[in-house]
């Protein structure tokens, strides 16, 4: 296997022999030969749309599968087999509908007429030969450029994926998945070609993220900011990770009038501030805190557990039995939820003991989405012009469990008095529940919420740079982000599309950017790698 697709890859280089995220080199072969297969499937989907002819369901496929690829999702080898068999026969289904409107089918690249094997090691070993392995052959500024396309489109993917779950689709996000997909087996392309086309990803993952926004607050209301406790109740309970507010809905649907609670776990943390949500009276608290503590938090929690997307990890042997997977998330072993009838998890649920007792612990602030922190945007302004707030931060990303993820506690602890911090993504849970104060009854920690929420984050700093009558590279705002996955890398790529400059990034760069690339971010956007919490506040505040 050569996977180097998130930021705590084997010695910043890449996994070789297992992945560190827990993968196997069979399902990271498999990964890479879904990919190969979608590449052959979306040279005539770009083909179809020349000649009119658009399928929704390889539109649809096209993403999910992508979307399964993505770090922590699918860790089973079993699942991948059909996927790439339903790649292929939809690549052939579409070939003929593109023949038929009189198109072009006739492809010189293998990806478009390769069969897959017969049986699942037959598609290991040809996963082998179609992976992100460097064969030398290849300049490797392209190379790079092209990966970096690939794992933004996985991030993409993603998005548009959650979108359309909630009925919000925009053929524009397929088309490009589509285009991006097939220019990567191009070999006529130069450097600026493809920085054109990494460019252009940030553009379409925007319009995804806008979607995704405009599904979970056209369904479940805009968030409004929500105390969220983070003990607990006496009694049954059924604890929720991921980032699904769909599946999290039908599951509250399920359960009530059942005796059990429901808690949230990592991401899913935001859902509290969501009216829609809020409403439903068993539906309490945050239990935990990042993806990367659940071997350790989901040990010890005493009900059933329901993952509803990416961010698994191995399961410990202790709470096999009461783990539970749904949507395109799985693990081996792990029972999965296909048809959303989450009775087996319910009954899990009540077979368990629950908490023994009451207790009230601390209680963190969600809910500052676009909405709630414009609302008292007249606020914000005035307390910029009069002095009370000097800086914003958003110290935001993914969370991971590599040793250097400190700084961003730091950072966040030895941010000035009269500076907020807005954040968002499973990085929060750093410092999610410290007590920065207010200014002037404005809280100087604003929790955006998920990852899938940072198109909220940007309309807040769109907006406050048009109330200011500047461009948002003026603002007194700067991003000091963390990444992981691939979710990260298209919302990286989202801003540097709109042109944002002096975003610091850690706690590591990426792999997959060559030398000359970085070079280009650097002197086209400024982008810094993270240093010390003091060097890093010195330079921005002076």
Known sequence: MFCYQCEQTAFGTGCTKVGVCGKSAEV???????TYALQGLSLYAVEGRKVGVVDREANVFTVQAMFSTLTNVDFDEDRFVPLVRQAVALRESLKEKVRAAGGKVDFSEDAATFQPAGDKAGMIAQGQQVGFRDDGKENPDIRSLKHILILGLRGVSAYADHAQILGQEDDAVYAFVHEGLAATLRHDLGLEDWVGLVLKCGEINLRAMELLDAGNTGIYGHPVPTKVPLGHRKGKAILVSGHDLKDLEMLLRQTEGKGITIYTHGEMLPTHGYPELKKYQHFYGHYGT???????????????ILMTTNCIQRPKETYMDNI???????????KHIGDKDFSPV????????????????????????????????????????QGAIRHFFLVAGCDGAKPGRNYYTEFVEKVPQDCVVL?????????????????GG??????VGQCNDSYSAIQIAVALANAFNVGVNELPLSMVLSWYEQKAVAILLTLLHLGIKGIRLGPSLPAFISPNVLDVLVKNFDIKPISTPDEDLKAILG
Request: contains cysteine; charged residues 20%.
């Open 28 to 34: 990271a072969n498999l990964h890479d030969l879904l």
């Open 290 to 304: 990042a993806w990367q503590n659940q071997r350790k938090e989901f040990a010890e929690f005493p009900g059933a």
């Open 324 to 334: 539970f997977t749904t949507g395109l998330v799985g693990w081996p072993g792990a």
């Open 346 to 385: 319910i009954q899990k649920a009540l077979e368990m003991p629950g908490f023994s007792d009451d207790v009230n612990g601390k209680a963190v602030t969600c809910g500052f989405g676009r909405n709630a922190v414009m609302s008292v945007a007249g606020a914000v302004i005035d307390a910029v012009k």
């Open 423 to 439: 954040t968002l993504a499973c990085g929060k849970f750093r410092f999610f529940d410290k007590d920065l104060g207010d200014i």
């Open 442 to 447: 404005i809280p100087r920690l604003l929790d």
